[in-house]
Structure formats: structure tokens, C-alpha cells
């Protein structure tokens, strides 16, 4: 029992913090994510030509790079692009970005792309009659995108975008290699000061497997809570 | 320009290598009932939708009150106000209870406040017989409810004229009557209305004039007696002559 308790003061500090840090780390790349994610889906179905192609360049740019690799670029290469600029007489400094921040972006934009693709996929399943309809009564493309199409596909895009939320707590790990202190960070930490590895990557890995049920667990209430009356029937549960 | 509210003129419209519309033009007069009928895949259904530009025509002019709505620089989503529309599958704003179906309109396009949106919205389904159903979503109604709440949502727009594109055709024999009343309610109380359908009765009992068309054109024009009794077209007899022997005894006993 002692023996527990000694662990549990070794370890606990460390990892409270690195909790923190993933979770913050991870909604505010959710969080960027939609933000550029929305955008480059609704553009990829109703935006004229040029504009489509610029978003589906985003989409496959960093859905077909590694993450290390955007996160880098993003950290490591990006002052580069500054000094140049600053050669150049140019502004360059704001290049040069704090790790976490670098951490936000490449996260962020990374998930954006595959957030891009499971909006897509929702707002096409919504019927073109929908579109039609509200233009009928007189409104803008944009706002039967916003009042009418929108509400619709992000309900259907929950499930999708639970497993994105999952993915990020999960993989939001590689920030450790530009020295970001988020969990598995810690956990290394400690592992290289007292040597127990097996313990304690084990208890990391509980504190992930934690952190996602309790949010797939918020997730699936939301969805119950935002699910259309009369459409349950429809996927009658087996 | 004359008493017409909707003035179609020379309308073409190609899909990929088919002349759907190979020039029509008609005019629609307040207060009148035109239904157009016609095979299946004659651009009854695009003319419609060219008449609201749901669908762009390739050449030809719509105006709608007088204005055209086909100009470079018409403002079409405020003429499309004008022009109620509904459609054979209901299209129903499946996230939206039917208050909410007739409501957004009113505050998104007509940034009407809400409570007064509410008032009207209610108002508009009473007169399609539903209000007690307005807390309830399209998936909880049936075929004929949501086409009454989507006859209401296009009502409350406060339109010119009604287009009405097969309305009846995705519904249950037994539910076709309740919307074919809303439609006659409405017709008695003079609003305008381009119908197309393939319900004879509505069609005898109700129209002011009758278009049949056939590959892209206006066959044959005329009162519902006229295209019924005395067709000038050979066509126009062969075919109604056939529908009203699918669709059932609606003949002239009947009267």
C-alpha cells in the first residue's frame, strides 16, 4: 500500500500537468481544426472552380504528408522563411513560433483536412432537394448553407467527428518531440528519472484510455440530445 | 405590360444532348389556375423550375410582376419571394418541426421578428389544416401532412403565384385528397397557381386553362372543356384519353 501511495506521489504531479496540457493542446486543435475544416468542405461542395481546388489542395497537402513532418516544417522550418524575409526587409520575426503554438497549428491544420472530409461527406448525403427548397423561399446560397444544410450534416458528421476527437487526444503525443510537456512527455520524464518504465507507460496509457471514454461517453449524449424526433425510426436499433 | 403576373417568352433549355425546353411561352393572369400536363419527360417539371430559375434557361425571358427575373442583374432571390414552389417529394426541412419549416422564411428571408414569424407561421398552418401538428417534425407526419406544411411554408412567403410541380405524384392513393383540397381552398380564394399534375379531376374541376405539352413544346392550349372534349390536336386526345384510363373513372358522369 505505501508502496502505491510512493508511486502515486512520484508519478501524480507530472502527469496532472501533462493532462492539462493534452487536453488543452487537443481542443484547441479541434478547435482550429473546425475552423479551417468547415470552411474547406463547404467550399469543396458549393465554391466555384478556383476556390474548390484550393480546397481540396489544403485537404491533400496535409492529408498526405506525415504529421512530423507538418510539424517540422511548422516549427523548425518556418524561422527559416523569416530570416529570409528579414533579409529581404521584411517583417520575419512572427515566424518564429513558441513550440505550443507550433503544436496548435500543425495539429490544427492537419485535422482540419480530415475534418474537411467527414464534413463533406455529410453535407453531400444531405438531398439536393434540400438546396433547392430554400432557395425556393428566396434565400442566398449561404443562407441555406448556414440555416438549412449545415444543421443537418453536422448532426450526421458526430460519429465521424467523436473518432476525430478520440484520434487527437491519442496522437496529439507527437508534440513531445518539440518539447511540448503534454502526458506521454511526462511520463517519459519520468521514466528516464526513475527507470520503471513498464508501470509507468502502463498508467499513462490508462489516463488516455480515461480521457476517451469519458468523452465518447459526453459525445454519444450529445448526439442522443441532438438527434431529429421521428428519424430514430429510421435506424431502428437492432 | 398586360394583366399577366408571370410571362414566359421563347424559354430553351438544354440538358447535355437533350432539348428539353425547345421554346415555350405562355402568360399566367392573376387570379387564374393554369395546369399544364404531358408525359413524362417533356420539361413540364423544367418549365417550372425555369419560372422560379431553379433551373437557368439557356435562351428565353421569365418576368414575374413585371420584372424580369431572367435580366443580368436581377435581384432573383427577392423575386423568387414572389413565386411560392412545391415539389413532388415535399423537400421539408427534415432538422425543422413544420412551425419551424414556415418560420425560417420569415426570419431568415423576411427578417420578420420571431414572435410575429410564430404568429403568422401558425396562421399558415391552420390554413392548411395542421395546426395542431406544428411541434411536430417531417419525420412524424405523413406524405400528406408534410405536403400541406410545405404548401404552408411556401404560403407564408406571401407569393404571387403558386407553382405547383406534380404535387401529388410521391403520395399514397388515400392521402391524395387532403392536398388536392388545400389546393382547391386555395384556388377559391384567387390565389394564382401553375399546377402540374396528372390529376384529371383537380384539373377539370378547378383549372381556368389547360396546357398539354409534349417534347419541349406547348401542344395544345386552352380551357380544361376544350383539351378534354373537343382536343384540337390529335395528341392531346390520345393522351388523356390514356391517363384518365390510369388514373382512374374521374369521367364526364362524374358531373
Redesign the interface.
Given at each position: 500500500m505505501d508502496g502505491l501511495l510512493a508511486f502515486w506521489n512520484m508519478i501524480w504531479p507530472g502527469l496532472g500537468k501533462g493532462i492539462l496540457v493534452t487536453l488543452r493542446v487537443s481542443a484547441v486543435a479541434l478547435a482550429l481544426g473546425v475552423a479551417t475544416g468547415l470552411p474547406a468542405a463547404v467550399m469543396r461542395v458549393y465554391a466555384p472552380r478556383w476556390l474548390r481546388r484550393l480546397s481540396i489542395a489544403y485537404i491533400e497537402a496535409f492529408r498526405g504528408t506525415p504529421l512530423l513532418v507538418q510539424l517540422f516544417v511548422i516549427y523548425y522550418g518556418l524561422p527559416d522563411v523569416g530570416f529570409l524575409l528579414e533579409r529581404w526587409g521584411l517583417p520575419g520575426q512572427w515566424l518564429v513560433l513558441d513550440n505550443i503554438v507550433a503544436a496548435y497549428l500543425a495539429l490544427g491544420l492537419n485535422s482540419g483536412a480530415y475534418q474537411a472530409e467527414y464534413f463533406r461527406g455529410a453535407i453531400q448525403a444531405i438531398g439536393a432537394g434540400q438546396m433547392m427548397a430554400a432557395r425556393a423561399i428566396g434565400m442566398t446560397r449561404l443562407q441555406a448553407i448556414v440555416h438549412i444544410v449545415l444543421p443537418q450534416a453536422l448532426r450526421l458528421a458526430l460519429p465521424a467527428w467523436t473518432n476525430e476527437v478520440a484520434y487527437m487526444v491519442k496522437y496529439s503525443s507527437v508534440v513531445f518531440i518539440i518539447a511540448v510537456p503534454d502526458l506521454l512527455a511526462r511520463g517519459q520524464f519520468i521514466i528516464s528519472k526513475y527507470y520503471n518504465p513498464m508501470e509507468i507507460l502502463l498508467t499513462v496509457g490508462a489516463v488516455y484510455l480515461a480521457m476517451v471514454l469519458v468523452i465518447a461517453t459526453l459525445m454519444g449524449r450529445l448526439e442522443r440530445r441532438l438527434r431529429i424526433p421521428g428519424m430514430e425510426l429510421e435506424v431502428e436499433r437492432t | 405590360m398586360s394583366q399577366a403576373i408571370v410571362r414566359v417568352e421563347d424559354l430553351h433549355k438544354t440538358y447535355g444532348e437533350t432539348d428539353v425546353l425547345k421554346g415555350v411561352s405562355l402568360e399566367v393572369d392573376e387570379g387564374e389556375v393554369l395546369v399544364i400536363i404531358g408525359p413524362s419527360g417533356t420539361g413540364k417539371s423544367t418549365l417550372l423550375r425555369c419560372i422560379?430559375l431553379?433551373a437557368y434557361p439557356d435562351r428565353g425571358h421569365v418576368w414575374v410582376d413585371g420584372e424580369e427575373i431572367t435580366a443580368p442583374h436581377a435581384d432573383v432571390?427577392?423575386i423568387?419571394?414572389r413565386?411560392?414552389?412545391v415539389?413532388q417529394?415535399f423537400?421539408?426541412?427534415?432538422?425543422l418541426t413544420a412551425m419551424g419549416n414556415v418560420m425560417?422564411?420569415l426570419t431568415?428571408?423576411k427578417r420578420m421578428p420571431r414572435q410575429e414569424a410564430r404568429e403568422l407561421a401558425l396562421f399558415e398552418l391552420e390554413r392548411v389544416g395542421l395546426q395542431d401538428k406544428a411541434d411536430?417534425?417531417?419525420?412524424?407526419?405523413s406524405g400528406g401532412q408534410k405536403q400541406r406544411v410545405?404548401i404552408a411554408?411556401?404560403l407564408?412567403?406571401d407569393p404571387r403565384v403558386m407553382l405547383f410541380d406534380e404535387p401529388t405524384s410521391a403520395l399514397d392513393p388515400e392521402l391524395i385528397g387532403e392536398v388536392l383540397e388545400v389546393m382547391k381552398k386555395l384556388a377559391r380564394e384567387g390565389m394564382t397557381m401553375v399546377v402540374v399534375t396528372h390529376e384529371m379531376g383537380f384539373a377539370r374541376e378547378v383549372s381556368n386553362r389547360m396546357i398539354f405539352m409534349e417534347h419541349g413544346v406547348i401542344v395544345e392550349e386552352g380551357p380544361p372543356d376544350q383539351l378534354f372534349y373537343h382536343p384540337q390536336h390529335p395528341r392531346t386526345g390520345e393522351f388523356l384519353g390514356k391517363i384518365t384510363e390510369l388514373y382512374g373513372h374521374r369521367k364526364r358522369e362524374e358531373e
Open positions: - | 422560379n431553379l432571390n427577392h423568387r419571394e413565386l411560392g414552389m415539389f417529394d423537400n421539408l426541412f427534415n432538422h425560417v422564411g431568415q428571408v411536430l417534425y417531417p419525420a412524424q407526419l410545405a411554408r411556401a407564408g412567403m
